[in-house]
């Protein structure tokens, strides 16, 4: 899928990497075309998919963005969610939509790493022997 460039794609996988850099959280950026479902919807079927549950503290944070259709979602697991604030998501997103409105597909989403990274950081700092439990690269989906 040809969505970004591969600086574009680096880009992205670059912020992943710093956001994770001090936190024991775990970001993951997931792209498709098309989402002829609510993307909220479509983003928790990804979570599972991509096994995101199965993070030791139940800290993993999905970016979910259906490109042609220009849906987007941000959600986190259990242990994310039960200590951010309550406009959290909404609020990441809106500065993410931010970005998207002028075309900016990368900055967004980059900036929805980076605050998801922030409060990861807040909330469940980089542990001593942490271990990266899931990939940092882009899971490119198929809408199946």
């Excluded at 792209?31 to 139940?58: G, N, W």
Aim: contains cysteine.
């Amino acid at each position: 899928m040809a969505v970004f460039t591969e600086e574009e794609q680096q880009r992205i996988q670059q912020a992943v990497a710093d956001a994770e850099k001090n936190t024991s959280g775990e970001v993951r950026v997931c792209i498709e075309k098309t989402c002829s479902d609510d993307p909220l919807d479509r983003a928790v079927k990804y979570f599972a998919q991509l096994e995101m549950h199965k993070t030791k503290l139940r800290n993993g944070v999905l970016i979910y963005v259906a490109t042609v259709d220009r849906k987007f979602a941000i959600i986190g697991d259990a242990g994310i969610n039960s200590v951010v604030p309550g406009d959290f998501w909404d609020t990441t997103k809106e500065n993410m939509l931010n970005h998207f409105k002028y075309g900016n597909l990368v900055e967004g989403i980059i900036t929805g790493i980076k605050e998801a990274g922030e409060h990861l950081q807040k909330y469940f700092p980089h542990l001593l022997n942490d271990k990266n439990e899931l990939p940092d690269d882009i899971a490119f989906m198929d809408g199946n």
